[in-house]
Structures are given as structure tokens and as C-alpha cells.
């Protein structure tokens, strides 16, 4: 997972210890709790976001981090930041990185963007398509080719208090879902296989199916919830739809500013030129 880019040449001061608790080691190399709050408090709104009380993702991050550091100083060690073709990769990316960094600035959205009208507006637009479709949490037995064991494993669920997820996991093919009692978790209609589909309206709340044989065997379902058809509230989807919203508009915002940067300054391409550079080998 990428959430941001991960800066390939560090400046000297970023390497050296900040007078705060090593947040990773790896060998020689180190990093600071102070060092990840300082880049964090550079990141954009939507990024921060993104690692607000997720340590999880902010690991990864960190872990990505002190692994490219521990390169980078094998990297200078070895003077490979000295080669003339690495120099040159250095410029461009320095120069890629600054323009991109620049854009980012002008294209920054108003904190106060979106409004409530602006997110009542948007969740009215799109409402037709925010529609979830009716959904089941289901729970399977498979059996692939073996007549015998599925004629046994049927008469097991049909003995008095059997336990549907004690036999999928003693009884399913189907690994991974045997090793949580069946389970398969919540799909839409959308998501089942129409031989399957059409079973399910006839199923009661926790009833279990007839074996129902696809091409790759018989499949025993368990009911385990419903969830019908729904169109979510705008609180629910509030934080999703403000994070488009910013997205949308900080793109809308960097177009128009390219717009006009080129219409002040247009740029002229010497064609014969050109055509006598995409000639050489």
C-alpha cells in the first residue's frame, strides 16, 4: 500500500538523531518519534487523516522508512551518490518532487471545504447511486466430488441440536472458510452465483439449505443474517463523501492553475528540432 510517496534523498539533518525516543532501529540506523511527527505535520489534510488511529498504516509507513535509510546509507557509503548517471536521476527527481510539492501547495483546499450544503448537495446527486443492494452473511459446507461424504455430512445436519459450524469445520473441503465454522462472510446478490441466488429467498433466517451443485461440487449454505436493500444516511457515508469532495476539488483547483500558468507563459517546441532528436539512436 502507497499512501504517500516515500522521499528517495534525504537531507543530512534528517539523518542525524532528534532529541527524542527511537521510534525503529534496524543495525546503525534509527528513527525518531520527533522525525515521524514533523513529517506527518507536513502531510496533507487527507493523508493525515488517513494515519489518525490507524498505527497500523503508520508502521507500514515507518517500516518503509528506516528500510530505505538502511539503503541509503549503504548507497553513500559505496559513493554511489557520486556516479554522473545517478546525479542526474538525483536532479530530476529533486526537480519532480519540488513542482509536484509546489502544486500540491497551490491546489490546497479551504479547510472549511466542503460545507454542509456542499455535502447536502453531493449525497442528493448521487443518492440513486449509493444504493446498497440486499446482502446475506452466509455460511457454507463444500464438498467437491465425494457423494459418500456428502451424503454423510447431510445426515449430520439433519441429526437433533447439530452444529452447522462444528461440522463445516470437521467437514468442508473448502479451506478457509472451515477454519471459521463455515463462515464466508456478508455478500451481496450481486456477489452469488445465480444457481445459488436463486435458493436463498426460499431460506429462512438460520435455515440450511439442500445440497446445491455447482461445477465444482455440492455446496451446503446456512443462512446467518440478512441485510436488505439500503441507501445510506449522509453521516454514515460523511467522511468518505468529504474525502472525494476534497479530492475533486484540489484537482479542479491544480487544472485551472496549469491552465494559467500556461496561458501567461506558453510554451513554444522547436518541431525540426524535435524531429532530429526522436531520429537518433
Known sequence: MKLFPVIFFLSAAALQAESSSVLAKVG??????????????????????????????????????????????????????????????????????????FLEKVAANDPSYPSQADLT???????????VPRSFHLAQIFIANDKGKLDATVAQLKAKDANFAAIASSQSEEATSAGKGGEIGWLTEEQIQPEIREKLPKLALGSISEPIQLKDGWHILKVLDIREAYTPALDQIRGELTARLRAERAQLNRQEYL???????????????LQQISKKP
Open 28 to 101: 546503525e540506523v534509527e528513527i525518531r518519534s520527533e522525525e515521524i511527527r514533523e513529517m506527518i505535520a507536513g502531510l496533507s489534510t487527507e493523508q493525515q487523516a488517513a494515519l489518525a488511529g490507524n498505527p497500523a498504516t503508520l508502521g507500514e509507513y515507518v517500516r518503509a522508512l528506516i528500510v530505505q535509510r538502511l539503503v541509503l546509507k549503504k548507497a553513500v557509503a559505496e559513493r554511489w551518490d557520486q556516479e554522473p548517471a545517478v546525479i542526474s536521476e538525483l536532479v530530476r527527481a529533486r526537480e519532480a518532487a519540488l513542482s509536484e510539492s
Open 121 to 131: 448537495s453531493a449525497y442528493e446527486s448521487a443518492k440513486s447511486k449509493l444504493l
Open 259 to 273: 491552465a494559467q500558468l500556461l496561458k501567461e507563459n506558453p510554451v513554444a517546441i522547436n518541431e525540426i528540432e
